[in-house]
């Protein structure tokens, strides 16, 4: 006959199990079964997305209901993780103080091609500009150290460069609008988003700022700092350890010199694999893993080795 301490030994190991099964299933990344842009329920049908015949996301942590307005601060990323871990921590205390209602995407490009920072901005805009109205284009080695930068909701005149030529420690030309660059949800669009002709580091920001123009916008900068060249930011980049993709291949830099009206946010080629929602430091953010596609005829550019190919077809 069992005896009651048996039967509560066995009700306990049975709740132990139950429980270790929902935790780990809690942490298991979403399958890309699931994926899918954000949805705000209050936004006008046939708004921009992601993807079609793919169901609305019911909730989400951090729409910011009761904000008049949403930053999505969108991160291009690859291999920055010591860089991410101190990026997300101060960047929360830093927007927290401003009372600026956002969420931090990590756009971590999982590909084999080279990097392109434009393509993963305009990725993160389709998954987020449903329920975020303003992106902050924004470096991860580049930490605000001024409070008197305010990350506010641009005007109707067009984007605010928030890192600009009189404050950011490297770049110091007139029509700079790289580093941390703040633009409406129907700006982006107007702009048909940035090249994606971009592989490799550089230009595509001076290729932004052609737009910007051509879309008869222009570039607003905070006004009135006190600080200077040397102390308006942290530039945690260690250009020894993190060595710049400067490579240009083929016909490259004759045709990144140009402004691109073909491409852009309306036809952008990639696949999300995974989005995970993970903490640092406490910080809820999301990663999306993206995988980016190259038509190497266009640009071969995206591959001067000509093996990244096939390398991310072993991936899918």
């Known amino acids: 006959m069992v005896n009651i301490s048996t039967i509560n030994w066995l009700f306990v190991c049975g709740l132990c199990f139950c429980l270790g099964g929902i935790g780990v299933l809690s942490f298991m990344p979403l399958s890309s079964d699931c994926i899918c842009p954000l949805s705000n329920p209050l936004a006008k049908a046939g708004a921009v997305g992601l993807m079609q015949k793919v169901p609305p996301v019911e909730k989400q942590p951090h729409e910011h209901k009761a904000a ?63 329920v975020y109205d303003y ?43 790289g580093g941390i660059l703040l633009v409406r949800r129907e700006h982006f669009q107007q702009m048909n988003g940035m090249s994606n002709q971009y592989w490799g580091w550089g230009l595509e920001d001076d290729e932004f700022f052609v737009r910007i123009r051509d879309a008869g916008l222009q570039v607003s900068r905070p006004q009135n700092i006190k600080t200077g060249t040397n102390d308006t930011f942290s530039h945690i980049h260690n250009r020894h350890h993190r060595k710049r993709d400067t490579q240009k291949c083929f016909n490259q830099k004759e045709m990144t010199r140009k402004r691109d009206h073909k491409t852009g946010l309306d036809n952008v080629k990639y696949k999300i694999l995974k989005v995970h929602e993970l903490a640092i ?36």
Not at 79 to 104: C, G, K, W, Y
Not at 155 to 177: E, Q, T
């Open 68 to 130: 008049a307005h949403k930053m999505a601060l969108l991160v291009p990323f690859r291999d920055r993780f010591e860089e991410l871990l101190q990026f997300v921590p101060h960047m929360t205390s830093f927007l927290r103080r401003q009372n600026v209602a956002h969420h931090i995407f990590v756009l971590n490009q999982v590909d084999r091609f080279r990097f392109n920072r434009a393509s993963l901005i305009n990725v993160g805009f389709h998954f987020a500009s449903n």
């Open 281 to 316: 430091d406490g910080v809820d953010v999301t990663i999306l893993n993206i995988m980016l596609d190259c038509d190497v005829n266009k640009t071969p550019w995206c591959d001067c080795s000509g093996t990244a190919a096939a390398a991310s077809a072993v991936q899918t």
């Open 135 to 177: 992106i902050a284009m924004h470096d991860v080695d580049l930490l605000p150290l001024n409070d008197q930068l305010l990350y506010e909701y641009p005007s109707d005149l067009g984007p605010l460069h928030i890192a600009g030529p009189k404050l950011h420690p490297k770049y110091h030309y007139d029509n700079f609008v």
